[in-house]
C-alpha cells in the first residue's frame, strides 16, 4: 500500500540525483499527458447520461482522484528530499547513496546492493530501501565490519566487503 503525504512528513526523504530525476519525469508525464487523458475519459463518460447508474463516470473520477493524488504525493516528495551528492559520499562506511557488496555469514557469494531511500527501492534491481532491516544494520558501517540484521525471518550476520 502506498504511503500518504501525512506518513512522509515523519521521516526524511533521500533520494539520487537519478530518482529525483525520474520521479520529476513522471510528475510532469501525469500533469501533461494523464490529466488530459483522464479529463478526456470524464467528459466522454459524462456524455453517456444520467450520472447516478454511469459505471464509466464513477471509474473516471476514481481514476482522476488517484491522479490528482500522485500529483501531490511526487509534488511533496519533489520539494522536500534530500538530493543525494553521490560523488561526496565516504567510501569508507555505508551512507544512503553508496553501493555495497556484503558477504552473508556462512556463505561464499557476495551480494551487491545500493542503499536508496524508500521512494526509489527496486529489490528486483538490488536497490535497497535504507528503511529496511539490511539497510539499517549496516548504515554508518565501515568495510570488513560483521554487523547482525535483524528481520522477521530472524536474525542473520552480513560481512561488508566493499563500500563504492
Known amino acids: 500500500m502506498k504511503e500518504g503525504i501525512e506518513d512522509m512528513k515523519k521521516k ?9 530525476l525520474d520521479l520529476e519525469n513522471e510528475l510532469n508525464y501525469l500533469k ?12 466522454d463518460a459524462r456524455a453517456l447520461g444520467d450520472l447516478s447508474e454511469n459505471s464509466e463516470y464513477d471509474q473516471a473520477r476514481s481514476d482522476q482522484e ?10 511533496y516528495t519533489l520539494e522536500n528530499a534530500t538530493i543525494i551528492n553521490e560523488e561526496n559520499i565516504d567510501k569508507n ?12 555469514d556462512g556463505e561464499d557469494d557476495v551480494e551487491e546492493y545500493k542503499i536508496v531511500g524508500s521512494q526509489e527501492a527496486d529489490p528486483f534491481n538490488n536497490k535497497i530501501s535504507n528503511e529496511s532491516p539490511i539497510a539499517a544494520a549496516i548504515l554508518n558501517q565501515k568495510v570488513g565490519s560483521t554487523v547482525e540484521v535483524s528481520s522477521p525471518d530472524g536474525v542473520y550476520k552480513v560481512k561488508i566487503v566493499k563500500v563504492a
Open 93 to 104: 562506511i555505508v551512507n544512503v547513496g553508496s553501493t555495497v557488496q556484503l558477504q552473508y
Open 32 to 43: 501533461i499527458d494523464k490529466r488530459q487523458e483522464v479529463m478526456q475519459t470524464l467528459k
Open 66 to 75: 488517484a491522479l490528482e493524488a500522485r500529483i501531490r504525493e511526487l509534488e
Open 12 to 20: 526524511e526523504i533521500f533520494l539520487t540525483s537519478q530518482g529525483y
